[in-house]
């Protein structure tokens, strides 16, 4: 499935990614190469969308 990687602060899009599944909130995601903490998954009609917070 993909999903819309947004930052949570400037609800900016980050990018776009393939998941085999969904992560739970305060999980970490690697996107080029750059680690976020996921804060809240929304799932909308345009699809899934993960709010992030960067973490390093």
Same mark, same amino acid.
């Given at each position: $499935? !993909?999903?819309?990687? @947004? +930052?949570? !602060?400037?609800?900016? %899009? @980050?990018?776009?990614?393939?998941? $085999? /599944? %969904?992560? =739970? &909130? +305060? &999980?970490? @995601? &690697? /996107? +080029? +190469? !750059?680690? #976020?903490? *996921? #804060? =809240?998954?929304?799932?909308?009609?345009?699809?899934? =969308? @993960?709010? *992030? *917070?960067?973490? =390093?």
């Amino acid at each position: $499935m !993909k999903a819309k990687l @947004i +930052n949570q !602060k400037s609800k900016a %899009l @980050i990018g776009e990614l393939k998941l $085999m /599944f %969904l992560p =739970r &909130e +305060n &999980e970490w @995601i &690697e /996107f +080029n +190469n !750059k680690i #976020y903490s *996921v #804060y =809240r998954i929304v799932h909308t009609e345009d699809g899934i =969308r @993960i709010r *992030v *917070v960067d973490a =390093r």
